[in-house]
């Protein structure tokens, strides 16, 4: 088996891969492996923007009283001062990669403002900043010689040297890869393992992630014994465009910051019946409404209502979404626009702090996959790619200029991977079905809105489920999809175990069975799987 060594082995080219990349490179050599094309990420689908603090009347703490007050104070005080503190130097670092923010005719920042904002704070490129970020990192990554990348190459599980029989403290040292073009299965050997893999949106029936969100780097973690916390903590986007051709196209909070409100189909607000901000209230609250009006309504969705603010503001405010609603026969200027909640955004993760460190030594996670204490029960919008963008330079402070990351010859032999009696693989039906049906058990048990007779029904299921997806992982040789679906699995089962402990309703949890909140904010901590 081959063996491919680095200083710094990255999994994932979102944004929090590929910052982390950047600034890895000034310290030693990097591999950066995605399982996709580099802009195959979630990164690549933001819209709306990333925070930062900029105009004079707006300040750090505001921005993170805003933070706290959306995450139902669960999230780490310190933490969230200090990500948000740190963001201006993000947004320079993407202004270095060559990402030309919107600005006004005066040549000031062009902020704009979300649902849950108290000010105008979020930087964005028109209404598709992650693509134009993703597009300017990929091409400075390909500058810089430091950094080697492989795409289509997915992770399988990681080493760790109390798997492979060596003493002393369990430390991570790398992984296992399939090459999915060749089929080949080789090692990386690091000293710095950097999981940068995003959420696990497409544990949903409905989700606006992209296929890549199956949730891998939360499962590679929690097989290596890594504390996983706060799973619970599903987003939810408000406003995903209800139409049967449109896969996961959301219709951006900023849409709302901007002026729309939502309506019913006969043109009726209905907002402020459920909070006296309105449209503008924060995403959980937007999400619950909005199933709880299609619940008593019977409606398949609801409505944006933005015809006031005229073609051409949205034709230049907008372009990519009236762009894209004009293909479905949608036009903003003079219709409504029909949107439904979809899974959107995973706020639990990797228990990591905020420059990387997890439970587990040569372990970091950046991103939607770590749980950093930033979004505590709900995110901010526009904060995640703030978070990644922070952290991933927090996290190579912390691990470039550390002698560890220069052990490389220290890294022991990562043993042939092992394939057993395994076969390939003849009945592909078994994955779909197995696919479907947890992601449509998720939606119906394990929704926005919960009861703990449907998490012990998904808990019950899911737990057989797991043992058909094991089976099936041993039996046959390795595919990406089986891949997926063992990660996907396991995600499903650790949102459902957060989701049972938690007593209360805080943030994006909400049970009929606990509706109050508890007065003592507390995470909900699952310490990695010892099999
Ligand atoms: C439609 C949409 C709109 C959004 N709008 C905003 C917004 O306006 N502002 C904001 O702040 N946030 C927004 N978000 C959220 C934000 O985009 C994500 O939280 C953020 O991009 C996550 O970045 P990341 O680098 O952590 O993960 P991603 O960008 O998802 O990257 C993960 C990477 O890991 C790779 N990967 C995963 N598993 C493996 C494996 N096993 N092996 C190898 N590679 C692997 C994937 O292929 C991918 O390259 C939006 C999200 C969506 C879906």
């Known amino acids: 088996m081959k063996t491919v060594d680095c200083d710094y082995f990255v999994v994932g080219s979102g944004m929090a891969g590929l910052m982390s990349a950047l600034h890895l490179a000034s310290y030693g050599r990097v591999l950066v492996v995605t399982k996709g094309r580099m802009r195959d990420c979630n990164t690549n689908f933001a819209q709306g923007g990333i925070c930062c603090v900029m105009d004079p009347a707006d300040t750090f703490d505001k921005h993170a009283r805003d933070t706290m007050i959306a995450g139902a104070w669960l999230g780490k005080t310190e933490v969230v001062h200090e990500i948000c503190e740190h963001a201006p130097e993000g947004i320079r670092d993407l202004i270095d990669c060559g990402v030309r923010f919107a600005k006004k005719r005066d040549g000031s920042w062009d902020l704009t403002r979300e649902g849950g904002h108290s000010a105008r704070r979020i930087f964005h490129a028109g209404d ?291 394939t057993g009696a395994a076969v390939p693989p003849d009945e592909a039906v078994l994955v779909a079905h197995m696919w479907d049906e947890i992601r449509r058990l998720m939606w119906d048990y394990v929704g926005i809105v919960r009861t703990n007779k449907r998490l012990a029904r998904a808990a019950r299921r899911l737990k057989t489920l797991r043992r058909e997806v094991r089976d099936y992982y041993f039996r046959y040789l390795v595919t990406p999809d089986t891949l997926e679906l063992r990660n996907l699995a396991v995600c499903a089962e650790l949102i459902v175990r957060c989701a049972q402990r938690r007593r209360e309703s805080r943030g994006l949890h909400y049970t009929l069975d606990y509706p109050k909140q508890s007065k003592k904010p507390r995470e909900t901590v699952l310490d990695g799987y010892r099999g």
């Open 128 to 418: 598709i900043t992650g693509e134009k970020c993703e597009a300017a990192m990929i091409r400075r990554v390909r500058d810089v010689k430091a950094i080697d990348v492989r795409e289509n190459a997915i992770v399988i599980d990681l080493v760790m040297t109390r798997r492979i029989g060596l003493g002393g403290p369990n430390r991570c040292v790398g992984a296992y890869v399939l090459d999915k073009m060749s089929g080949e299965i080789y090692a990386v050997r690091s000293p710095n393992t950097i999981l940068a893999t995003g959420g696990c949106g497409k544990v949903y029936l409905y989700t606006c992630n992209p296929d890549t969100a199956t949730g891998d780097g939360i499962a590679l973690a929690w097989r290596a014994g890594a504390k996983i916390e706060n799973m619970e903590f599903i987003q939810f986007h408000p406003t995903c465009l209800y139409h049967p051709l449109a896969r996961r196209f959301l219709i951006s909070e900023a849409v709302r910051g901007e002026g729309a409100v939502l309506v019913d189909r006969h043109g009726r607000e209905f907002m402020k019946k459920y909070d006296p901000r309105g449209s503008l209230a924060p995403r959980d609250i937007v999400a619950r409404s909005i199933d709880s009006e299609m619940k008593r309504t019977g409606d398949d969705c609801v409505y944006l209502d933005i015809r006031k603010k005229g073609r051409a503001y949205l034709m230049t405010r907008f372009p990519n979404i009236y762009q894209k609603c004009m293909e479905f026969g949608i036009d903003m200027a003079k219709d409504l626009i029909p949107v439904v909640p979809a899974a959107h955004y995973t706020c639990g993760g990797i228990q990591a702090t905020s420059d990387g460190a997890t439970s587990i030594p040569g372990l970091s996670a950046v991103g939607e996959c770590a749980s950093t204490g930033l979004h505590g029960a709900n995110r901010l919008a526009s904060n995640s790619l703030m978070e990644a963008l922070v952290c991933a330079r927090l996290t190579a402070a912390r691990l470039g200029p550390h002698p560890e990351a220069f052990m490389r010859g220290k890294v022991p032999e990562i043993p042939a991977w092992k």
